[in-house]
């Protein structure tokens, strides 16, 4: 599966019809002509010096890929060695579609069925240029990458390599065969996702060998080993139905923290997802921080919903509602302060705070459009406010409230000012 290889002849072919259409034009590097090949594909890749690998990643849409191309279907993440151009790692390959790979196997005969944990994919290698052992996300080569945490999955990783092992990353890999590869799913309380952890522990989901075109290797034949060594490293449950009605019955009695199953014919592969768990990872979205999230749900109108799948994050919620009603309050008021009153008592623009100036001033300007007189302007009352805020994308919503939140502990709470101002005349010299 050296798929970079294909394009060898290719590029060899581009360089010796090389004819420059402009002064100073040199033929691309052999990444840029693969990288602009896979782009074909709807496949990104990307060079790391300091790793020296090239990594790609299919980006297109899930229903547009082509799963019978091997290029497509291995690219769910693939590093190759950026000097040689050789495969080093392929992750689990793209799955069929689950109605597809039933129809191709109307029977089980032959499909193994297993559990499907949620967490982080964190893939391990060994570079021969480099002469060292590496681990990868399936879109980072070093995994110094993060997401809702503070934390990068290396750091993940090699917690929960200790806990189950007891042994550095250099330690555990020293023990394994060079021509091995290792797909791993990081399972860490820290990493907050639909499926909760007591304790960092790993699961091994795929061990390839690269001497034999980076073939599975049996995990039954892995699991012997790592368990002679002591190691709490877990493998996926299996699981046997008879047919495929009464794996979609099984399905529908999983808890919303199970994903669903894997499916596995040979090289092919396939999944099944939950329905419940379906619902509460559209809950949770794919935002970063938990105040967007919030903002997320509080748009949709599903805050309720997601406590109830996520009560831990109750106290969490309340912070954050509190946060929105009192950015409500305040940009009313402050609305009122500085556009309502008399022009001895209004406040300056500069006197309100900052993270409400912005919109202060379109609500003013969304007033001023309501109509062309005063009295066919649309009055701006609290529920004004609050559908401004309402309209905009729960990313915005959720950078205002961060914004208010941080100026609110840095500024105790005090009421919008009445006093008036005193106003002198300008002397004139003649």
Same mark, same amino acid.
């Given at each position: 599966?050296?798929? /970079? ?26 990444? #840029? ?14 060079? *790391? ?7 790609a990643?299919?980006?297109? #849409? ?5 799963v ?18 050789a495969?080093l ?32 994919m ?6 021969p240029?480099?002469?060292?052992w ?5 879109s ?10 503070t ?53 091994i ?7 034999y075109n ?5 995990l ?9 060594a ?16 009464a /794996? ?9 923290? #199970?994903? =669903? ?9 396939s ?8 619902r ?16 997320? *749900?509080l ?38 302060a ?24 379109n609500?003013h300007?969304?007033y001023?459009?309501? =109509?062309t ?17 309402k ?7 959720? *950078?205002v ?7 609110l502990?840095?500024?105790?709470e005090?009421?919008v ?14």
């Amino acid at each position: 599966m050296n798929f /970079l290889a294909d394009f060898e002849s290719s590029f060899q072919t581009y360089l010796t019809s090389f004819t420059p259409v402009s002064e100073g034009q040199v033929p691309l590097t052999f990444f #840029e002509f693969a990288r602009n090949e896979l782009r074909k594909k709807s496949i990104n890749i990307f060079s *790391n010096e300091e790793h020296q690998t090239m990594i790609a990643r299919f980006k297109g #849409e899930s229903g547009t890929a082509d799963v019978n191309d091997p290029v497509v279907r291995n690219s769910r993440s693939i590093i190759y060695d950026l000097k040689t151009h050789a495969t080093l790692m392929i992750a689990p390959n793209k799955s069929f579609e689950y109605e597809d790979f039933k129809t191709n196997h109307p029977t089980m005969e032959g499909v193994t069925v297993e559990d499907f944990p949620l967490g982080p994919m964190i893939n391990v290698y060994y570079h021969p240029t480099k002469e060292c052992w590496q681990m990868a996300t399936r879109s980072y080569v070093g995994a110094n990458n993060s997401f809702r945490s503070t934390k990068s999955f290396r750091v993940f990783f090699e917690e929960a390599l200790f806990k189950t092992t007891g042994l550095t990353f250099q330690e555990f890999t020293s023990g394994f065969q060079k021509n091995h590869t290792f797909s791993f799913v990081l399972m860490h309380p820290e990493y907050f996702d639909v499926t909760r952890y007591a304790e960092p522990s790993l699961v091994i989901v795929e061990v390839r060998d690269r001497d034999y075109n980076h073939g599975l290797v049996p995990l039954e034949d892995v699991e012997c080993f790592t368990n002679s060594a002591g190691w709490k490293i877990k493998y996926p449950k299996r699981h046997t139905f008879a047919t495929w009605d009464a /794996l979609e019955e099984f399905i529908k009695t999983q808890p919303s923290q #199970e994903q =669903g199953l894997i499916l596995r014919f040979e090289n092919e592969r396939s999944k099944i997802r939950n329905p419940e768990f379906i619902r509460a990872q559209k809950l949770l979205g794919n935002h970063t921080k938990m105040i967007d999230i919030f903002a997320e *749900n509080l748009l949709n109108h599903t805050v309720q919903d997601f406590l109830e799948i996520f009560p831990e994050k109750v106290n969490e919620f309340h912070h954050f509602s509190e946060i929105y009603r009192k950015m409500i309050t305040q940009t009313h008021s402050h609305y009122i302060a500085h556009h309502t009153r008399p022009v001895d008592q209004k406040i300056l623009f500069s006197e309100i705070p900052r993270p409400l100036q912005t919109a202060v001033f379109n609500i003013h300007k969304q007033y001023m459009e309501s =109509g062309t007189t005063r009295e066919t302007r649309r009055q701006v009352k609290p529920n004004v406010v609050e559908n401004y805020f309402k309209n905009l994308t729960a990313v915005e919503l959720g *950078n205002v409230m961060s914004y208010w939140d941080n100026y609110l502990k840095q500024n105790p709470e005090q009421p919008v000012q009445t006093q008036k101002r005193v106003f002198k005349p300008r002397l004139v010299t003649q």
